[in-house]
C-alpha cells in the first residue's frame, strides 16, 4: 500500500471478474474519487483525491465488501511463495472431488452410499461456502454482483438438494454431491489457470524494473591516499551530481552525463534500437541500459525513482490502466449480467418443470447449468489482456503508447500529418555558405551561439556544435519565437535577429541581424531520413492520407514533398497557421500529427493522436500520445502495427466472450450440458481469451 499522495495504488486480492472490479470502483466513486480504475486480473487499484485520514475508511470500506488490501511487500511475497491461497484450496478439493466421480466406475459402488458421498462433498462444499461466499456477499452489499454469486448459488443449490435428499432418505435421484464438489473445484482450478495466465500479460513492466540494477560503485576522492575511492552502495542511496563508475558489463544505475571515458552503450531496452551507441564526455547516458564495452565515470542527473526508465516505467503502467471506447459496451453488461443471469436460471427450471414436465431432476440440473456456464470474466479479460500485451510489446520496441484509448484512434487514424524538420529529415543540419559583413567571424559565431544555446530546436542543436562561444559575448533578454526565430540584445542595447532569411535575402536561409542591419548569413543542409520512403508508402498502402506540414520555405518542403509523393504539402506554416490547419483535416477523419515533440507541442495537441519522434528525455515523454525514443520512422510504422494488432485482438476477444454466452447459455438451458461440463467450459473460456492475449507478444505484424 502507498502512502496516501495525490495518487494512490492499492493491491487488492481476492477479485474473481469484471463485476468485482466494478464493485470496488462504485463504491470509490460513491466516496468521491476520481480517476478510479481497479484492474481484477492483476489486483490493481488507482484513484486519485484521498486525503490521508481517508484512507483508512476506503480500505475498510474494500475489505468489508469481501477482498483484502495487501501492501507492496507482502503482495510480492505472496507472488514469491510456492503455492497462493487459491491454489492451497485446489489441492485440497481435488481429492475429494475425484474420489465423487470415481463412484461412476463400475466395482466402485460402495462410494455411491449417501453418507459417504455426503462426507466426501462437505469438506469442498465448506472450502467453497467460504472462498465464493464472501465475494459473493460483498458485491451483494456493492450492489452490483459478481460471478462468485452464481457459482455459490450453483454449488450450494446442488449441494442443498443433495441433503435434502439425503436427510429425507429419497435415493439415488435427489444425489448430486459430486456435481457441487465438481463445479467448485472446476472452478478453482479455471482460476489458478486465469491468474498464472495473466502473469504473462504483465511481463513487460516487471521486464522493465529488472533493468534497474542494485548497486552502484560511487567514486569520491580520498584525502589520505590522493586518489580515487570506490564504494559499492545500493543504488538508491545514489544523489544528484554523485559521480558513479561503470565498468563494461555493468547496468548503468541512474541518469548521468559523462565525466570521464568512453564506451559503447546498449540502450535497445529504452529504445528498441539493437546497435550499441558510442559515449564520451558530455553525452547523456539513461539509468537501466548497459556498457557493452569501455569505462565510464558519470556524474548522476536523475537518481533512481526519478530517471528516464522509471518515468517509461511509471507511463506504461498508467497506459495499460485506460479502457478504451471499444470496451464500454462489455462494462455496462458485466454490470447486469449476473442478476439476468439468475433470473434465467429460475425461468429455466420453472419452464423445464411447469412448462415442459420435464422431471423434477432434469429441470433442477439445467438451471445450475445456467448458472455455472455463464462467464462475465471473459468480458473483463478481454480488454485489459491485450492492452497489457500490446503496449508492453510496444515498449520493448521503444514506443510508449500512452494507453488504450490512443492505440485505437492510431489504428483508425483517417490522415498523418509530418512535419519536415527532424522528422522526415534527419535534423543534423550543416552549414553552408557561410558569410559575415562588418563583423569578425569569431564575435558572429558568439553572436549566434548565444542565441540559439536557449533554444531545443533541431536546427539550433545542429547550429551550436557548429559555432564556438566567445567569452567577449554577453546577451540577456535572449527569447524564441516559435516558426520565426531568436531574439536578445547585449550590454550596449543592441537587438540582435537570428531569422530566416527567405522574405528579407533570397540568398540565406538564416540571417543574423543587428538593430536591423545584415550582419551575417548562412545556408543549412538536412539529408531526408533513410527509411522515410518506405514508411510514407506504408501509410499510402493503407488507405491513409499523407501530408507535409511545415515551417520550412516552399522550395525546400516542395522539394521533399514531391520526393517522398506525400499527397499534401504545405509550407511556410506558423504554428497558429498549422492548427488551423489540422482542425481543418479533422472535419475528414481521425488526424495522427508526427513531430518533434518539443516545438510542434501544439499541433501535437491539436491532433486526436500526438506523435514524438524525440529521443528518451522527460519533454519528450510529456509531449505527445505517442513517444518513438529512437526517433526512426521504421518505428512508427511498427507502432502502427502494434496498434492496429491490439485493438483487433480486443475485437476478436470481445466477440468471443459474447459469442460463448450467446451460445453456451441456451445450450445449457435445453439440457444438452450437465453442470460438470458447464463448469469445466465457464472456466476455460477465460483461458481462451487470455491466451488470444499472450499471442500478441509474438503475432507478426503486418
Not at 408 to 429: H, L, N, P, S
Not at 531 to 559: C, M, P, R, W
Not at 570 to 577: H, L
Not at 602 to 630: H, R, T, Y
Amino acid at each position: 500500500m502507498q502512502k496516501a499522495y495525490e495518487k494512490i495504488q492499492l493491491q487488492v486480492e481476492g477479485m474473481t471478474c469484471a463485476n468485482c472490479a466494478l464493485g470496488i470502483t462504485r463504491l470509490l466513486e460513491q466516496k468521491g474519487m476520481d480517476d478510479v480504475y481497479v484492474n481484477f486480473a492483476t489486483g490493481e487499484v488507482h484513484f486519485a483525491n484521498a486525503g490521508d485520514k481517508q484512507l483508512p475508511e476506503l480500505v475498510n470500506g474494500i475489505e468489508s465488501l469481501g477482498y483484502k488490501v495487501v501492501d507492496e511487500q507482502q503482495s510480492a511475497t505472496q507472488k514469491k511463495s510456492a503455492l497462493t491461497s487459491t491454489e492451497k484450496k485446489l489441492i485440497a478439493t481435488l481429492p475429494f472431488t475425484l474420489l465423487l466421480l470415481l463412484a461412476m466406475v463400475p466395482g466402485l459402488s460402495f462410494l455411491h452410499q449417501p453418507l459417504i458421498q455426503l462426507l466426501l462433498c462437505l469438506p469442498v462444499y465448506l472450502i467453497g461456502f467460504f472462498h465464493f461466499g464472501k465475494s459473493a456477499l460483498g458485491s451483494i452489499k456493492s450492489g452490483i454482483m459478481n460471478m462468485d454469486v452464481l457459482i455459490f448459488t450453483g454449488s450450494t443449490a446442488a449441494f442443498g438438494y443433495s441433503v435434502f435428499g439425503f436427510v429425507n432418505q429419497l435415493g439415488m435421484d435427489y444425489q448430486f454431491f459430486e456435481t457441487a464438489a465438481t463445479i467448485i473445484t472446476l472452478v478453482l482450478l479455471g482460476n489458478v489457470i486465469e491468474h498464472r495466465s495473466v502473469k504473462q500479460t504483465t511481463t513487460a513492466i516487471a521486464a522493465l524494473k529488472q533493468l534497474q540494477p542494485l548497486t552502484a560503485k560511487r567514486v569520491h576522492f580520498d584525502l589520505l591516499s590522493g586518489g580515487d575511492h570506490i564504494d559499492e552502495i545500493p543504488a538508491t542511496q545514489l544523489v544528484k551530481n554523485d559521480v558513479i563508475l561503470i565498468n563494461t558489463g555493468d547496468s548503468i544505475p541512474a541518469d548521468g552525463i559523462v565525466v570521464f571515458g568512453t564506451a559503447y552503450v546498449d540502450e535497445s531496452m529504452l529504445s528498441g534500437e539493437s546497435a550499441p551507441v558510442y559515449k564520451q564526455k558530455n553525452d547523456i547516458v539513461s539509468g537501466g541500459t548497459i556498457n557493452t564495452t569501455g569505462i565510464l565515470k558519470c556524474k548522476i542527473t536523475a537518481p533512481p525513482g526519478q530517471t528516464t526508465l522509471d518515468a517509461i516505467i511509471e507511463l506504461v503502467k498508467q497506459a495499460q490502466t485506460q479502457k478504451p471506447p471499444v470496451q464500454r459496451l462489455a462494462d455496462k453488461i458485466s454490470a447486469i449480467f449476473v442478476p439476468v443471469v439468475l433470473i434465467l436460471a429460475l425461468l429455466t427450471f420453472l419452464i423445464s418443470y411447469f412448462g415442459f414436465h420435464i422431471v423434477l431432476q432434469d429441470a433442477f440440473l439445467r438451471s445450475i447449468a445456467v448458472l455455472v456456464i455463464a462467464c462475465p470474466c471473459a468480458m473483463g479479460l478481454a480488454t485489459p489482456t491485450a492492452i497489457m500485451v500490446g503496449l508492453g510489446r510496444s515498449a520493448r520496441n521503444g514506443i510508449l503508447i500512452k494507453g488504450a484509448t490512443t492505440a485505437e484512434q492510431f489504428a483508425k487514424t483517417a490522415i498523418i500529418v509530418f512535419d519536415k524538420t527532424g522528422t522526415i529529415t534527419t535534423g543534423d543540419f550543416k552549414v553552408t555558405n557561410f558569410t559575415a559583413f562588418e563583423s569578425n567571424t569569431e564575435l558572429v559565431s558568439g553572436i549566434i551561439y548565444a542565441l540559439e544555446k536557449h533554444s531545443s530546436h533541431p536546427i539550433a542543436v545542429s547550429l551550436i556544435r557548429h559555432f564556438t562561444p566567445n567569452a567577449n559575448v554577453q546577451l540577456k533578454n535572449i527569447t524564441e519565437q516559435k516558426g520565426v526565430g531568436m531574439f536578445g540584445e547585449d550590454e550596449q542595447g543592441n537587438k540582435y535577429q537570428l531569422i530566416s532569411g527567405t522574405a528579407i535575402n533570397n540568398v540565406f536561409d538564416i540571417i543574423l541581424l543587428r538593430n536591423e542591419d545584415l550582419m551575417a548569413g548562412f545556408n543549412i543542409r538536412d539529408e531526408i531520413k533513410d527509411e522515410a520512403e518506405a514508411a510514407i508508402q506504408y501509410f499510402k498502402s493503407k488507405g491513409i492520407k499523407t501530408v507535409l506540414l511545415s515551417g520550412d520555405n516552399s522550395t525546400k518542403v516542395n522539394e521533399v514533398g514531391g520526393k517522398l509523393s506525400f499527397d499534401i504539402v504545405r509550407s511556410n506554416q506558423q504554428p497558429g497557421e498549422k492548427l488551423v490547419f489540422i482542425e481543418d483535416l479533422k472535419k475528414e477523419g481521425l488526424v495522427t500529427m508526427v513531430g518533434d515533440g518539443i516545438n510542434d507541442s501544439p499541433a501535437l495537441e491539436k491532433a486526436d493522436v500526438g506523435i514524438s519522434m524525440s529521443n528518451a528525455s522527460q519533454i519528450a515523454i510529456n509531449s505527445a500520445q505517442i513517444i518513438l525514443l529512437n526517433g526512426k520512422l521504421n518505428k512508427l510504422v511498427t507502432a502502427h502495427q502494434l496498434s492496429e494488432q491490439t485493438l483487433r485482438t480486443i475485437k476478436q476477444n470481445l466477440f468471443w466472450a459474447f459469442f460463448y454466452n450467446v451460445i453456451a447459455i441456451p445450450f445449457a438451458a435445453v439440457g444438452l450440458l450437465n453442470p460438470m461440463i458447464a463448469a469445466l467450459s465457464m472456466a476455460f473460456s477465460d483461458v481462451f481469451v487470455i491466451g488470444n492475449s499472450i499471442l500478441l507478444k509474438t503475432k507478426k505484424l503486418r
